[in-house]
């Protein structure tokens, strides 16, 4: 049963949805539109890093998106429906239905269908929704004082910041003279109120970044701790020169302020671009001190010599519930990523997605006997405050200390290196030899997040 | 990072954990480094310095003490293929109950597959696990060493194996060579445990005879009881009791439990039926002597031979009476007798109790089992149909079956606003792979969304016909 404009326009919770769902049936906003017996599916490209994950059943109506909104159903989903009941053919017939979608089939309510249309509330039109769309016009007198007052809020934000910078450093010079024992077993606390601080100084990529800091604290054994506290807090105090010097830096800007949009990312034509087939390494979805949960999606470019890697780093608040995976693991497809300017770039959008490719290997990772950490160590050398690496790591293998802790060690390196994992794996992946693995490396944890073995692929994510 | 910069870094780093001013033995080069900068900024730059000297100039060691773990072993069968991997573990995940994913895993197995060690492993305990994963339970039970052997099993290299491994090199001995199988337990049997022992004696039941009667009666000494009574089933089932036990009282008892009565008017012939009893202590008691006491003293105390019993056991009482006389005589009864008594409760439709038969009952008469659950239509049945061949059933023995009518009644009777689908593993693990996706296809008709998680297993029966 496909969808008519009618049902649409009655389950629509509101008009704004209408019109904003009328601008998403363009086509080249989706990347992936398939479908299999009244079953839709489709990725559409929004204004995060990661796409969102669609699904309608035509058969009840049912819908689910993976989009923070908490309209019911959402934009994406409402645009979906639409372009099934005005363009069907856009949908290409599946033979196999993504995992994804298998996982929201099993996950619904076994009884008790989608909320019934709406048949209350104020009326919504699809055809006032199209007009909107096509009519709306942008007023120039509007943009010169929008721009204005954007520039002056530019410059109070760099003044608020630097002030909070000072608050930083005296906080951390505090912090020595109290004694880093003390700092760790009250970090949370003191953390809590720098970054309070710096988040009414505007500083809110700094003030994240000290309220996530106790939970990492915490992940390492009470020895490691004070170190772990020197290396973070030298790291800010190397972030805040660094903004000091160069406070229009565009990393700089990011690390400590706030974010740009990905519109401006796209737009910019410094913006190192790279095409080339990815691979969706894995995800990593945490929920913040902040509220915010942080949905960061990790690919390796395939086609490259040497290991590159880039990460889809989206924020969202907790409030809308926890998100599911924007990407399956392991998949691979043609892209152009867009870097955002940075020392060491890692964090990218994807401009444009491609198709879905197979066949290619990893690439080679580096020699067993080079320094595995090499990368990390030319990412500091450029970003000394950046905080983890991802790495391509040689044959290895899994082990574990006399308190049952995980470790990686190198193939034939008895003795020599070996990197403690951030957290347990699978057990099955301990009797495994890994013919390479990447994961991330923090400077004192590495987290894997998939490997290769004579099993083949390994979601270790 | 030379020697100085790692002694006065340690220092600093002491200075600081215990709070105060670690400039004055911060390494002379880094205090030059700093000296042009504001004296209150001399420590956070001290700070920035020293921090990145631990990020960059140390390199984690591996502790003494590291354990690895043995190699996994690999299996004697492919993993399933990556493209249906998914779908293997939708199945496994909409599996409603442990019977549901051992069916998953059956299923598999029978087609050739085992699972992707991280989709699906046995524990260490697992003995429902098919044979093939034997190597996989045993690397779980291993925190380390070398690895399973690879040998025929013999009394010089059972130390070599692990319990599972052997436990199945054990049973495919018996299967050849039983006297060989039987040697082997005789010789190194007794020094294992009792919970490692039990069941490797177990395995005697596969070409099971009267030449292992020495053994059996050698174990009525054994000092596990559940071993014990293992052997005196198995005596039992070759029609000798164990010597020096004293099951007489404990059969009179049971026997008290029965009625012998007439049936006939021509041809007169005894009959036995459970007395009514009056309360629970009563049935709880005759449930416990139903285990404890073997066929063939039953038998003896009733003064009737042990066939006759069963041929003349009146089925139909209340109070589980069947089931317990059933589970007696699968545990004790001769072939014959189980044979007859399956036979009778077939005709009965005595289900349940014909169930607790099925790990005696060959290939063929477990199959006419699951045919009897399907043409009876009972949904509840679909648990009791174990150890039946997967992926033997065609077509017309699904869909024409009673049971899958009325499921598929049921789905297709579904309220718009209701999604609950009746538990269709049984059909999924019977099928085979074009049964299923004519199952598929007609409870699709009848209304079930093609992506259903509750149609997993028999998509993965249709798919796994690809080799």
Not at chain 1, 428 to 452: H, I, K, Q, S
Not at chain 2, 334 to 348: G, I, K, P
Request: proline share 6%.
């Amino acid at each position: 049963m496909a969808f008519d404009l009618k049902t649409i326009e009655a389950l629509a919770p509101d008009q704004a949805s209408l019109s904003a769902a009328s601008k998403l049936t363009k086509l080249s906003n989706w990347v992936r539109l398939e479908s299999q017996e009244g079953l839709l599916w489709g990725e559409c490209q929004g204004s995060g890093a990661n796409p969102y994950r669609v699904v309608v059943d035509a058969g009840d109506q049912g819908y689910k998106c993976t989009c923070p909104s908490r309209k019911f159903p959402c934009k994406h989903a409402l645009a979906l429906m639409w372009i099934d009941a005005t363009t069907p053919a856009a949908f290409k017939t599946a033979s196999d239905i993504p995992e994804w979608v298998n996982d929201w089939l099993g996950r619904r309510r076994k009884s008790g269908g989608a909320a019934p249309p709406a048949s209350a509330g104020p009326a919504k039109s699809i055809g006032e929704a199209q007009a909107e769309a096509e009519t709306r016009q942008e007023d120039p007198a509007a943009i010169a004082k929008r721009e204005a007052a954007q520039k002056k809020r530019l410059e109070d934000t760099r003044v608020s910041i630097a002030s909070g910078l000072d608050d930083l450093d005296q906080w951390i010079s505090d912090q020595l003279r109290l004694g880093l024992t003390s700092f760790v077993d009250a970090a949370s606390e003191r953390c809590r109120r720098i970054a309070s601080r710096l988040v009414d100084a505007k500083a809110a990529g700094l003030a994240g970044r000290l309220d996530e800091f106790p939970a990492t604290l915490l992940q390492l054994a009470s020895e490691e701790r004070p170190e772990a506290a020197m290396r973070e807090l030298g790291k800010l105090v190397l972030l805040g020169k660094a903004w000091r010097a160069a406070p229009g830096d565009a990393e700089l800007k990011r690390l400590v302020g706030s974010s740009e949009t990905r519109e401006q990312i796209i737009g910019d034509p410094d913006a190192l671009r790279i095409k080339g087939v990815w691979e969706v390494l894995g995800e990593r979805i945490e929920t913040r001190k902040d509220g915010l949960v942080s949905h960061a999606t990790w690919l390796m470019q395939m086609t490259s010599g040497t290991p590159r890697f880039a990460v889809l780093q989206d924020y969202y608040p907790a409030s809308a519930g926890r998100r599911a995976q924007a990407f399956s693991p392991g998949e691979r497809f043609e892209a152009e990523l867009a870097f955002y300017l940075a020392r060491a770039p890692v964090r990218a959008l994807v401009v444009e997605r491609g198709q879905a490719v197979s066949g290619l290997g990893w690439p080679e990772p580096a020699d067993a006997l080079a320094d595995p950490l090499a990368a990390h160590l030319a990412r500091q050398n450029a970003a000394p405050w950046s905080s983890e690496t991802a790495v391509l790591l040689p044959a290895g293998r899994l082990a574990r200390d006399d308190r049952g802790k995980a470790w990686w060690q190198a193939t034939g390196d008895n003795g020599g290196i070996a990197l403690p994992l951030a957290g347990d794996l699978p057990e099955p992946v301990f009797g495994m030899t890994l013919e390479a693995a990447a994961g991330l490396w923090n400077g004192a944890r590495l987290d894997l997040l998939a490997a290769y073995a004579e099993h083949g692929r390994l979601d270790l994510a | 990072m030379n020697e100085a910069e790692r002694s006065g870094l340690s220092t600093m780093r002491d200075c600081w954990i215990s709070g105060g001013s670690a400039l004055t033995v911060a390494p002379a080069e880094w205090q030059a480094l700093v000296a042009g900068a504001a004296a209150e900024e001399h420590e956070l730059l001290l700070l920035a310095i020293a921090g990145q000297a631990f990020d960059v100039g140390f390199r984690p060691a591996a502790p003494k003490t590291l354990t690895f773990r043995p190699a996994l072993p690999t299996l004697g069968l492919p993993a399933v293929p990556d493209r249906h991997r998914p779908l293997f573990r939708s199945a496994l995940k909409n599996a409603a109950d442990a019977l549901g994913k051992l069916r998953v895993i059956g299923l598999t197995e029978a087609r050739g597959y085992v699972s992707h060690p991280l989709d699906w492993m046995p524990s260490a305990s697992d003995l429902e696990a098919p044979g093939a994963y034997a190597p996989w339970v045993d690397w779980q039970a291993q925190a380390s060493g070398k690895g399973p052997v690879l040998e025929e099993l013999s009394a010089d290299n059972w130390d070599d194996f692990y319990p599972a491994a052997r436990r199945v090199a054990l049973a495919d001995i018996r299967r050849n060579d039983p006297a060989a199988a039987r040697t082997l337990l005789e010789a190194r049997a007794g020094s294992e445990p009792a919970e490692v022992r039990l069941p490797l004696i177990e395995l005697l039941r596969v070409n099971l005879s009267p030449d292992d009667a020495p053994y059996l009666q050698s174990l009525a000494s054994d000092r596990s009881g559940k071993v014990k009574l293992l052997a005196a089933r198995f005596l039992a089932r070759i029609g000798q009791n164990q010597t020096g036990t004293d099951g007489e009282a404990e059969a009179k008892e049971l026997a008290g439990f029965i009625e012998p009565g007439r049936t006939g008017l021509i041809r007169r012939r005894t009959t036995y039926a459970p007395k009514t009893v009056k309360n629970n202590a009563q049935i709880n008691r005759r449930t416990e002597l139903f285990d404890l006491v073997q066929l063939i003293d039953l038998a003896k105390a009733l003064g009737a031979a042990e066939l006759d019993l069963v041929e003349a056991w009146q089925l139909g009482s209340k109070d589980y009476a069947d089931a317990d006389f059933a589970r007696m005589v699968c545990a004790s009864g001769s072939d014959d007798s189980v044979s007859a008594l399956a036979r009778n409760l077939m005709q009965a439709d005595g289900v349940y109790a014909l169930s607790i038969l099925l790990p005696r009952l060959d290939a063929g008469a477990r199959r006419d089992f699951a045919r009897l659950v399907l043409s009876r239509g009972v949904l509840d049945d679909a648990s009791l149909v174990r150890d039946v061949e997967a992926g033997y059933f065609e077509q017309p023995d699904m869909l024409d079956s009673v049971m899958y009518k009325q499921t598929r009644a049921a789905i297709a009777q579904r309220k718009p606003d209701d999604r609950s689908v009746p538990d269709l593993s049984l059909f999924g693990y019977l099928a085979t792979p074009g049964a299923a996706r004519a199952i598929i296809a007609d409870l699709t008709a009848a209304g079930l969304g093609p992506a259903d998680p509750s149609l997993a297993l028999l998509r993965l029966n249709a798919a796994l016909s690809e080799r």
